[in-house]
């Protein structure tokens, strides 16, 4: 339930631009590339002689490639020879140690190996709009990994926006209104649709429910025994950890009944009160998010939004907090895994 409309952008000249050369790592095996000077998001490293092993490369050069993400938000490591999720396993834990379960769950994903899944189970003719991945919850990830075991024949691109530019973006009103409220969302679970509180929460036992809603800070309601419905107040705007900059960082917008496709939210209208809605989304004093403000959150997105095709063994890795992504509708078959890791916890002061 959380395909969305309002076709996310895309910019054309990011299709077919040959990245070019600036510069050259220090170890002269990897060189840092761009598909477009104007745009530095996301970086390129690309190898510049066969047989460089990316995780040797990265274990040794990890420093580097931390430094180069608090700065681009993204970075994509193209045209090595990485064939297998243990590959893309070992990458990660190279760089960010043990890889996430994905907990409190919004998408429907299948788990292909230890910490690794589907990027999502969405109808491939949906778009996915950009979100920062649990930015929900009070424990996010602070990196998650895209990895092309498949690119679609059409389509399937991954979306990214700089999270620091969008909040930038936003007029001071909407801001302030955020600032002061925080986002309310609300979520009802066992109605048919979407997803079931037992895949959501990894457990078929509710007292295990309520006691993560208690320790999470989540209002949760039994309607009745297979019913739950739940409400969570979270910050708009998050301070990064590392950086200190401000970032945009929440569903408002992904979540928001305004979001979705508008077969989708008229099909979903149609049987369901609006306060029955798998999701939606709300001033954290419960006032719902009139259109302006939508439309300036959208807007936001789109002035920031850049978009590449993927291509095979393409590995992405993105900082949750900096940047924000989605997904394009696509044809054909798709395979794009991803994992996440280095949990952080909120009330650390982010």
Not at 10 to 15: N, V
Not at 261 to 266: F, I, K, L
Not at 323 to 330: A, D, I, M
Request: charged share 20%; net charge negative.
């Amino acid at each position: 339930m959380s395909t969305h409309g309002h076709n996310p952008p895309t910019l054309g000249r990011f299709r077919s631009v040959k990245p070019k050369a600036i510069t050259l790592s220090s170890s002269t095996l990897v060189e840092t590339t761009y598909f477009n000077l104007e745009q530095k998001l996301p970086l390129i490293l690309q190898p510049l002689i066969a047989d460089v092993d990316l995780v040797t490369y990265a274990a040794e050069h990890r420093e580097l490639i931390q430094s180069h993400l608090l700065t681009h938000g993204a970075v994509l490591f193209r045209g090595f020879e990485v064939y297998s999720l243990r590959d893309f396993q070992r990458l990660v834990e190279a760089i960010s140690g043990q890889l996430m379960d994905y907990s409190e769950r919004s998408s429907p994903r299948t788990q292909l190996g230890s910490g690794v899944y589907t990027s999502t189970d969405h109808p491939a003719d949906q778009h996915i709009l950009l979100h920062n991945e649990q930015s929900y919850t009070l424990n996010w990830p602070m990196k998650i990994w895209f990895f092309c075991v498949q690119p679609a024949l059409e389509g399937g691109r991954t979306p990214i926006a700089d999270s620091r530019r969008v909040y930038q973006l936003l007029d001071e009103d909407v801001r302030a209104a955020f600032d002061r409220n925080g986002v309310m969302y609300v979520r009802n679970y066992g109605a048919g649709i979407g997803l079931p509180w037992q895949e959501v929460f990894g457990t078929n036992d509710r007292s295990v429910v309520e006691e993560h809603c208690r320790r999470n800070e989540i209002d949760f309601v039994w309607r009745d025994a297979n019913n739950l419905t739940t409400r969570q107040v979270r910050p708009a705007v998050r301070k990064h950890p590392h950086t200190g900059e401000l970032v945009w960082f929440n569903h408002a917008l992904f979540f928001n009944v305004a979001g979705l496709e508008p077969s989708v939210r008229e099909a979903l209208l149609a049987v369901l009160e609006e306060d029955e809605l798998p999701y939606n989304t709300f001033y954290g004093d419960g006032t719902p998010i009139d259109r302006h403000t939508f439309d300036a959150i959208e807007d936001s997105y789109r002035q920031e939004t850049v978009s590449f095709s993927w291509q095979e063994r393409d590995l992405l890795m993105v900082d949750n907090m900096l940047v924000s992504h989605g997904r394009e509708p696509f044809v054909g078959p798709r395979n794009i895994a991803v994992a996440m890791s280095e949990p952080y916890d909120s009330s650390a002061g982010a």
